[in-house]
């Protein structure tokens, strides 16, 4: 069975400076692999996904991702960080043969931006 | 293009009360769907899904029930409230097809007193 671990249960970078999120998976074969952020009492918005071809994916506001099969990795980056940046990131394993029930999320890593 | 209403967007309810949050996706057929909780610094716990009308699948033993009435609109449902029962609740769902992204509801936020 698939899982998806976010090392990182919070992160503090400052407005302006770049940000990695890190994500690590366990999955027999390529998986599906997606990034959503959560806003306070908000629900999931999907930032990107990868399915398969290019491992660097680019997303909505600003955010990449590049899947790494030799690390079992998708980290989740952008190069410059925004006050409204602040919020959960979520990184999520699917299996391409199954439906969404399959899909595994991570416990989320929360993000603070500070000025 | 595809959307997902949730609601209430907020309960608070008694212990023992009963539970209905309603979830309805418009803009696509046979939708896979879903009810997930996330209690409070947790992640998501995927609760039930359901592949088509009446088909209900549940992930974990619990206090709680869903129902699909219609194609697009799912329910999740309580007899008796617990306090273990409060969180968040997200309706979500996918295409039905394989390997699909699932897209979340607003969410329920449910504090049972």
């Known amino acids: 069975a698939q899982s998806v671990t976010q090392p990182d249960i919070h992160i503090t970078v400052s407005e302006g400076a770049s940000l990695e999120l890190r994500c690590n998976y366990s999955y027999g074969a390529t998986p599906y692999l997606f990034w959503y952020v959560q806003s306070p009492g908000q629900g999931l918005q999907l930032l990107l996904k990868?399915?398969?071809?290019?491992?660097l994916v680019q997303g909505i506001k600003g955010f990449e991702a590049e899947f790494k099969r030799s690390q079992s990795s998708f980290n989740l980056r952008k190069p410059s960080v925004h006050w409204s940046d602040a919020a959960e990131y979520f990184c999520?394993?699917?299996?391409?043969?199954?439906?969404?029930?399959?899909?595994?999320f991570g416990a989320g890593t929360r993000l603070f931006v500070k000025a | 293009s595809q959307t997902i209403h949730q609601w209430p967007a907020t309960l608070v309810q008694p212990v023992g009360s009963p539970l209905s949050l309603e979830c309805t996706v418009e803009g696509t057929s046979n939708p896979n769907l879903y009810w997930y909780r996330q209690a409070a610094g947790r992640g998501l716990q995927l609760l039930f899904y359901?592949?088509?009308?009446?088909?209900i699948s549940s992930e974990v033993p619990q206090n709680l029930s869903a129902s699909r009435p219609q194609d697009r609109q799912f329910i999740l449902s309580s007899k008796k409230l617990l306090l273990s029962d409060s969180g968040f609740y997200l309706c979500?769902?996918?295409?039905?097809?394989?390997?699909?992204?699932?897209?979340f509801g607003e969410g329920s936020w449910l504090t049972v007193v």
């Open positions: 359901s592949v088509g009308i009446g088909q």
């Open positions: 979500a769902w996918d295409e039905g097809r394989a390997g699909n992204t699932i897209y």
């Open positions: 990868y399915f398969s071809g290019d491992t």
């Open positions: 999520a394993v699917g299996d391409p043969w199954s439906g969404g029930f399959k899909t595994i």
